[in-house]
């Protein structure tokens, strides 16, 4: 079960001692989320749907949402599936002065059959007990909390569009509730989830980014956030973004420590697929999980499939200067990200200190918008997610 015990998901710290054990003490004797309990409003006003040629990520959403309280005192209330709307919350809901929240990016797909799968999403209730975890929200059981989400996404199952590259792009949220000012524990808390159709990431193939490798601004630090999908990860990375955007650059290349580690591409984890310098052996490298690196859900794919594929996978650190050896000694094959969003996005340029370095994207053809392996990572993945090909029960018929 994805349940965690009180105390593996509330840690003591020594600076709240007191505060934590009265909470741990209230959410041990309070009820659990219970999908049995799921109560369901529909709506009376339908939306429009959208030709899925016109949809923007992101912008258009369905009927329904789902809802949940939780308060220190009574525990989780029951799931309610109601009309999609906005949320009525205090002025001084902490989510709204200190960050209090955390979320989670998933996807429903329809396969050639129409049967709807999603794709590894015990993996995702996992690590949202986690974020749940380091900002002091309360813990729930995951697979509770997915029965009633599966609720949600059949009654709203029109709205997946039903052809390869679409799917419904799920956002479970957790939001600190408690109505007051005062930095602490939250002993009201909301999860809810809403949903989006969504189109391709490439609509017409892929489209390579460039990144810009800042050595100004961090996206994270040992001790930090940065393994935990939160919030306040995110806001602090728009201004950035913008910069490297007037730049002429897509995304961020996110470094680290004085030899500039690389760390993150966006939103994104990162992969390198270069020769070892010292063996020759093909390598496909990325950042370890030391408490900086979100663990992504394609992140672990992606190395799980390069392992059965026989490719040797290293988790270390990878500065700069060794990519830019590397790629002058040609030995780098191909970089590329990996998140929920595009799966893969390969990158063909990057700008680090003034100078721009062309990333090699296919050797044998110059017309080429990916690599190979980045290619066969995409239609890999993407056949799994449709049900076209079974691998260790990721797609998961619901």
């Known amino acids: 079960m994805l349940a965690r015990s009180l105390a593996a998901l509330r840690p003591a710290a020594a600076s709240a001692a007191s505060a934590r054990s009265l909470a741990s003490r209230a959410f041990a004797s309070a009820a659990p989320l219970d999908h049995t309990k799921l109560q369901i409003e529909r709506t009376t006003k339908p939306g429009q749907k959208l030709p899925k040629e016109e949809l923007v990520f992101g912008r258009t959403f369905t009927d329904h949402m789902l809802t949940v309280e939780w ?69 729930f059981d995951g697979d509770e909390y997915l029965e009633c989400m599966k609720a949600l996404i059949h009654l709203d199952h029109e709205w997946i569009p039903a052809s390869k590259g679409y799917s419904l792009y799920i956002r479970p949220t957790m939001i600190g509730t408690q109505p007051s000012l005062g930095v602490g524990p939250s002993f009201h808390a909301l999860l809810y989830t809403i949903l989006s159709p969504v189109g391709p990431y490439y609509p017409t193939g892929f489209k390579p980014v460039s990144l810009y490798a800042d050595t100004e601004h961090v996206r994270a630090w040992p001790g930090g956030t940065g393994d935990r999908k939160v919030g306040g990860n995110y806001g602090p990375s728009i201004l950035p973004q913008v910069n490297a955007a007037k730049k002429g650059y897509s995304q961020v290349l996110w470094l680290y420590g004085d030899d500039h580690r690389i760390t993150e591409v966006g939103t994104m984890n990162c992969f390198v697929l270069w020769d070892n310098a010292a063996s020759g052996e093909r390598e496909l490298v990325t950042a370890p999980l030391d408490g900086t690196i979100l663990p992504g859900v394609t992140r672990r794919s992606i190395i799980e499939l390069a392992h059965h594929w026989g490719v040797k996978v290293v988790e270390r650190a990878l500065p700069m200067g060794e990519l830019i050896d590397a790629l002058a000694a040609g030995r780098l094959h191909e970089v590329f990200g990996a998140g929920t969003a595009a799966i893969v996005s390969p990158v063909n340029k990057i700008g680090y200190k003034g100078q721009d370095y062309e990333i090699p994207l296919d050797k044998q053809n110059p017309d080429a918008a990916a690599g190979p392996f980045t290619n066969k990572l995409m239609d890999e993945i993407l056949a799994i997610q449709y049900g076209e090909k079974e691998f260790k029960g990721w797609s998961v018929p619901i």
Do not use: V
């Not at 525990?75 to 001084?92: C, K």
């Open 71 to 139: 308060t220190q005192e009574g525990g989780w209330g029951a799931p309610h599936i109601r009309p999609y709307g906005n949320l009525s919350l205090s002025p001084a809901s902490n989510c709204l002065h200190y960050g209090i929240e955390c979320f989670e990016g998933m996807k429903a797909y329809k396969d050639a059959q129409q049967q709807i799968r999603l794709f590894r999403p015990a993996d995702n209730m996992e690590r949202l007990n986690l974020s749940a975890q380091r900002l002091q929200l309360p813990g």
